[in-house]
């Protein structure tokens, strides 16, 4: 099993139309059995960025799609829009249900897949850093506890709950602890996310201890815009994770321009055995 991993695709005045080519061949050349877009599918939530995303969603192909909003998705600027009817383009465009589900049937012996992707984008009271609110964390419970017998459980957001040890440090979202001391409870095997437009293979703790006791968290950093930062300013980025019997391999690529496609820029291993 195979999950493509993108985000903060930004349709609208950042986003780079040679790197979403480049980005549909590769997703052509590997065929991953779902795609994963974690938030920021356009610029400022306009009709025009939303028909743009809506069609590259459905250029995917036939592939399974798990989406989710991110703090562009909602509009900034046009306040009685965000106050009354902040998600009306999203909708319309994108998938009618904020918060989703998704299940992957196993196949030749593998294990079965439940995304269950929550809506972090919160257009009055957390507008960059987001949120989710107890309803939202009970829909989780109860979807994680509703999963196949074995499956392997990701939860998508679009903002990180967790800063990165790795680079720049990136506020999380609001009431981030909160989630994270429900990931053992849902027994979450990987977490998805984006929003800080760079790219983070980690884990929810940190310490000797992290692996034994964490959850892998892997965020994908701007996958079609040019609004990378960081160590990756300037720089495009996904996410391809394998799902093996006992492990999850993850590669993150980025995109080179001399190259005009997305190339292997690291790797790492996460156990999953006895999850």
């Known amino acids: 099993m195979t999950i493509l991993h993108v985000s903060d695709v930004h349709f609208g005045r950042p986003?780079?139309?040679?790197?979403?080519?480049?980005?549909?061949?590769?997703?052509?050349?590997?065929?991953?059995?779902?795609?994963?877009?974690?938030g920021d599918l356009t610029q400022r939530a306009k009709v025009g960025e939303y028909r743009a995303a809506r069609a590259f969603l459905d250029d995917l192909g036939p592939r399974r799609l798990v989406t989710t909003a991110g703090n562009h998705d909602v509009p900034l600027y046009r306040f009685w829009e965000r106050l009354f009817a902040p998600y009306r383009n999203y909708r319309a465009n994108v998938a009618p249900e904020l918060n989703t589900v998704?299940?992957?049937?196993?196949?030749?012996?593998?294990?079965?897949?439940?995304?269950?992707?929550?809506?972090?984008?919160?257009?009055?009271?957390?507008?960059?850093?987001?949120?989710?609110?107890?309803r939202q964390l009970h829909f989780a419970a109860n979807a994680f506890r509703a999963a196949p017998e074995g499956a392997l459980r990701v939860l998508v957001v679009h903002h990180n709950l967790v800063i990165p040890t790795d680079g720049d440090s990136a506020p999380p979202m609001r009431g981030a602890r909160r989630v994270l001391n429900q990931l053992g409870r849902w027994r979450v095997d990987l977490v998805l996310s984006g929003h800080i437009h760079r790219t983070h293979l980690g884990w929810t703790r940190t310490g000797p201890d992290a692996a034994s006791d964490g959850v892998p968290v892997v965020l994908a950093g701007t996958t079609t815009s040019n609004r990378g930062r960081g160590s990756e300013e300037g720089r495009n980025s996904l996410n391809l994770i394998r799902v093996l019997a006992s492990d999850l391999e993850v590669t993150a690529y980025l995109y080179s321009t001399e190259a005009g496609e997305f190339q292997p820029a690291g790797c790492r291993r996460y156990s999953i055995a006895g999850r």
Do not use: M, W
């Open 15 to 38: 986003h780079l139309p040679v790197v979403t080519a480049a980005l549909l061949r590769f997703v052509d050349e590997r065929d991953p059995e779902v795609v994963v877009v974690s």
């Open 102 to 134: 998704l299940d992957l049937k196993a196949e030749g012996g593998a294990r079965p897949l439940r995304f269950v992707a929550l809506n972090s984008s919160a257009p009055l009271s957390a507008i960059v850093n987001g949120r989710l609110d107890r």
